[in-house]
């Protein structure tokens, strides 16, 4: 029974029709749950909803922990491990937060509960391009990470020369400009990467010079992961292309 049960809940068969109902299932009460999240006003439906889902999360939960031996293969001891792995725990968080164990200001919690979509339906397995991509991540991780660190960098270079060249308040109209460095970290960000809100910006020539330079080059610095990522996915594309073809010429 508890190996027909993993099979259903976990393993990654999707010739199981008894998998792939309960995914789609899952899918439905997920996208159920989160229904109140997009509302502003509370209906009584929302409640009972709120109440079904939640012990039909319980009782998945219950099912994952039960079958854990079979999927982290540990013996006794998976049934220690699996409530401190990462997806149980995002399942736990958005239980909680329903039940209002802990405060209700953490509802956002139950947004966590789309990670379990990716999860049930296995996309990553059924997607080929997806597993292209990650692999392309993969691969290009050094260099991603490279222009992570310079982004920051910059982010955080420009929103120091900002806060100590822009005046605080602004002297034309008295209203408050960069009023902490998070304010000088945030212009910066949005600046970066070219969105420019508005709704901080600089009142000095030097700091519109600043906000001109910094614009220029967050359009370089956003392009170059863009860039790797789109040539490594097309030389991965065109592999992949070779092998095929190579496949059916030795056929």
Same mark, same amino acid.
């Given at each position: 029974m508890r190996e027909l049960i993993?099979?259903?809940?976990?393993?990654?068969?999707?010739?199981?029709?008894?998998?792939?109902?309960? /995914?789609?299932?899952? %899918?439905?009460?997920?996208?159920?749950?989160? +229904?109140?999240? #997009?509302?502003?006003?509370?209906?009584?439906?929302?409640?009972?909803?709120?109440?079904?889902?939640?012990?039909? %999360?319980?009782v998945d939960y219950l099912l994952r922990w039960g079958t854990a031996d079979l999927k982290l293969k540990e013996g006794w001891k998976? %049934?220690?491990?699996?409530p401190f792995t990462l #997806?149980?725990?995002? /399942?736990?968080?958005?239980? +909680?937060?329903?039940?209002?164990?802990?405060s209700s200001s953490f509802k956002i919690f139950r947004l966590s509960r789309l990670l379990k979509i990716v999860r049930l339906l296995k996309i990553f397995r059924y997607t080929n391009k997806i597993t292209i991509f990650m692999g392309v991540i993969k691969k290009e991780k050094n260099v991603?990470?490279?222009?992570?660190?310079?982004?920051? %960098?910059?982010?955080?270079?420009?929103? +120091?020369?900002?806060?100590?060249?822009?005046?605080?308040?602004?002297?034309?109209?008295?209203a408050v400009t960069f009023n902490s460095f998070f304010d000088a970290l945030y212009w910066a960000t949005v600046t970066l990467t070219t969105v420019?809100?508005?709704d901080l910006c600089p009142v000095t020539e030097l700091g519109r010079f600043i906000s001109m330079l910094s614009a220029i080059f967050g359009v370089a610095i956003i392009a170059l992961p863009s860039g790797v990522i789109?040539?490594?996915? #097309?030389?991965?594309?065109?592999?992949?292309?070779?092998?095929?073809?190579e496949a059916?010429?030795?056929m």
């Open positions: 993993f099979s259903i809940i976990d393993r990654s068969d999707r010739h199981l029709v008894l998998s792939r109902i309960y /995914d789609v299932w899952m %899918f439905i009460v997920i996208m159920v749950s989160i +229904l109140p999240l #997009m509302t502003i006003n509370t209906y009584p439906i929302f409640l009972y909803t709120e109440y079904i889902t939640t012990i039909i %999360f319980i998976s %049934f220690l491990v699996y #997806m149980a725990i995002i /399942d736990l968080l958005s239980i +909680l937060s329903s039940l209002h164990v802990i991603l990470l490279s222009v992570l660190v310079l982004a920051s %960098f910059y982010i955080f270079l420009t929103a +120091l020369i900002m806060f100590n060249a822009e005046p605080h308040i602004n002297p034309n109209t008295g420019g809100y508005g789109t040539a490594s996915y #097309m030389d991965e594309l065109r592999k992949i292309r070779e092998r095929k073809e059916i010429k030795n």
